[in-house]
């Protein structure tokens, strides 16, 4: 198994930050499950302890001065520590329980500068550690006796039955400490994911990766860009000659059109196909921007919309017309007369002509078999100086390969962070093999800020 090596420049910051920022509810589900984790936790483990208190004074029984003094009645009292803490004294409390066992625990401490003693017995259940204690000074005597004759101990607080435990469980105070590790926890999953998922994060990445020529890497371009939009969730054509395209966007769609312009005059190459691994990666407004590049250096282009099954040129160039009328690439492929095409392309935008599409249609082996798409090509290029074609995504049909032969070079649109660095490898390879050439690759959708 190939080892996973992780470098700096292929780590694209702003996607990671991103991706964290729309795994955020992600997160805050895990933080509210390792808190209700832990509360689970804690409730089930708990087990309350019940403490019952007395208090004594050390005094001496007749009274003489040596007892009456402080400093002796203190060292009195810590013997005392010893008495209600010994194993003989254990033994009677047990000798005496009702059911002849006691779990609990004896604490004896001494007030500092006083002759007072504070004795407790904390035990699971709250009337054991009162009988306990009670057992305790009723049988402490028996063996304080042979150690100071004249001592003795006045109880001056009766111990009660305690009604709470003396451990209340307290699991809020944690909940800050538990959200911010689970939280801490979460984003460095993601952060692992994004690390060690296979894909083209950054143009350095494609370079190492992909055997194939960069064509360009085209920035992120927010496609909802006015508060009316927003309202709407309406979301506008990255098309070049837009209003609110960016500067650089429209930059880097001219630098393509310049290295495939350069590529295809270079080879005397005309009909150029546009495709893309998977679904969603952007190769129809790569293709459309293509196309208006084109017609923007006085070329004379047409864009074909064979991707039949889901065809998008017409929604990308707003053309109504291309659902209403009859009058499509569709028609014209599936008409089994020979014809003239030019009734089939008199739809124009910005300088370019569009032969479009109607709705997704199941008869693709006679739209690509019947020799009539290879022929419109030929057609075509005779008439333009550039013929291109969107076809389908390659992992979504075949037809893309079956088109390739028929197209003079192909170049591929990869959106960055999407599919599989190994699915796009075989797609450019299984390029190669079927179509005559392959021009290079463009990286898409690549995120250099945040807003």
């Known amino acids: 198994m190939e080892e996973k090596i992780i470098r700096l420049d292929e780590i694209n910051i702003h996607a990671l930050i991103l991706l964290i920022l729309k795994n955020i509810l992600v997160v805050i589900a895990i933080c509210i499950g390792a808190v209700l984790c832990y509360s689970s936790f804690c409730k089930v483990t708990y087990s309350p302890r019940y403490t019952s208190t007395a208090t004594f004074m050390v005094s001496a029984k007749d009274g003489t001065s040596a007892y009456n003094s402080l400093t002796t009645t203190q060292s009195m009292a810590t013997v005392f520590v010893e008495v209600f803490q010994s194993n003989v004294l254990r033994e009677k409390i047990v000798e005496n329980m009702p059911d002849k066992k006691f779990d609990g625990v004896v604490n004896t401490t001494t007030i500092p500068e006083t002759n007072l003693l ?56 944690k909940y800050l400490i538990v959200v911010f590790i689970s939280g801490i926890l979460a984003v460095v999953g993601i952060v692992v994911i994004y690390l060690f998922k296979d894909t083209l994060k950054t143009p350095k990445c494609a370079r190492r990766r992909i055997d194939a020529k960069l064509l360009r890497t085209v920035d992120f371009e927010r496609q909802k860009k006015t508060l009316r939009s927003w309202i709407r969730k309406k979301k506008s054509a990255l098309l070049i000659n837009g209003n609110l395209i960016s500067k650089s966007f429209i930059e880097q769609n001219m630098s393509i059109c310049s290295a495939v312009d350069y590529h295809a005059r270079k080879r005397n190459q005309k009909i150029i196909m546009v495709t893309s691994v998977g679904e969603n990666e952007g190769k129809s407004t ?40 009859s009058d499509t690439l569709t028609d014209f492929l599936m008409n089994d007369k020979e014809e003239s095409f030019s009734k089939y392309i008199t739809v124009k935008r ?21 020799g009539k798409l290879h022929r419109l090509l030929k057609a075509l290029s005779e008439h333009y100086d550039y013929v291109i074609v969107d076809t389908p995504p390659m992992l979504a049909a075949a037809d893309t390969e079956t088109i390739a032969p028929m197209v003079d070079t192909v170049m591929l649109v990869a959106r960055v962070d999407y599919m ?6 075989e797609g450019v390879e299984r390029l190669r093999k079927s179509a005559p050439d392959f021009c290079g690759y463009v990286l898409n959708d690549y995120l250099t800020k945040l807003w």
Request: a positive charge; aromatic letters at 4%.
């Open 420 to 425: 599989p660095t190994s699915s796009v490898i």
């Open 350 to 370: 910005h300088g370019v002509t569009l032969c479009t599409s109607k709705k997704a249609t199941k008869s693709i082996n006679k739209l690509l078999n019947n």
């Open 118 to 173: 504070i004795v407790s017995v904390t035990s699971p259940q709250p009337n054991t550690s009162f009988i306990a204690l009670n057992l305790l000074i009723d049988n402490y005597s028996s063996i304080s006796d042979y150690i100071f004759a004249n001592a003795q101990l006045e109880v001056i607080k009766d111990p009660v039955v305690p009604i709470g435990p003396s451990n209340p469980l307290d699991i809020s105070s």
């Open 286 to 325: 790569v293709a459309s921007n293509l196309a208006l590049a084109m017609a923007g250096k006085n070329k004379k282009v047409v864009l074909l919309d064979c991707d039949f099954r889901k065809p998008s040129i017409h929604k990308i160039f707003d053309i109504k017309e291309s659902i209403e009328g």
